[in-house]
């Protein structure tokens, strides 16, 4: 019933930036909290960002200050700033997020999980 999709992956030099951008599609009836995690090969996923529908924001600590999270409620969409780039933030980032729908009469809640999208630092 829902979908995200990400898009905004891609190589950067060491220093650059980039912006991930994660749409949710579907019979939506709101969205409650939408992170951004990543998973580096070899290592397990973390939570980079995460932002509420209030706009109350948490981050990993490798990332404060570089990092921006941010959403569109409106456009059911997360995006995160990606600012001063390092080799070590090369990874897999997929979105996710708490989502009521529409299911028949009824609304439900389950969370959904974008297909994810490759972020390559290069030093």
């Known amino acids: 019933q829902v979908q995200l999709v990400e898009s905004g992956g891609g190589l950067v030099q060491a220093g650059g930036s980039l912006r991930l951008s994660c749409v949710a599609s579907?019979?939506?009836?709101?969205?409650?909290?939408m992170g951004w995690y990543r998973q580096a090969p070899g290592k397990q996923r973390e939570l980079v960002a995460a932002?509420?529908?209030?706009?109350?924001?948490n981050y990993a600590d490798s990332v404060k200050g570089r990092f921006t999270i941010s959403r569109d409620n409106a456009k059911n969409t997360v995006y995160l700033q990606m600012n001063s780039l390092k080799p070590e933030d090369t990874a897999v980032y997929s979105c996710?997020?708490?989502?009521?729908?529409?299911?028949?009469?009824?609304?439900?809640?389950?969370?959904?999980w974008g297909q994810g999208t490759q972020v390559t630092v290069s030093s």
């Open positions: 996710n997020a708490d989502v009521k729908y529409y299911r028949g009469s009824y609304v439900q809640s389950s969370a959904y």
């Open positions: 579907g019979r939506i009836f709101t969205i409650n909290t």
């Open positions: 932002i509420t529908s209030g706009g109350s924001t």
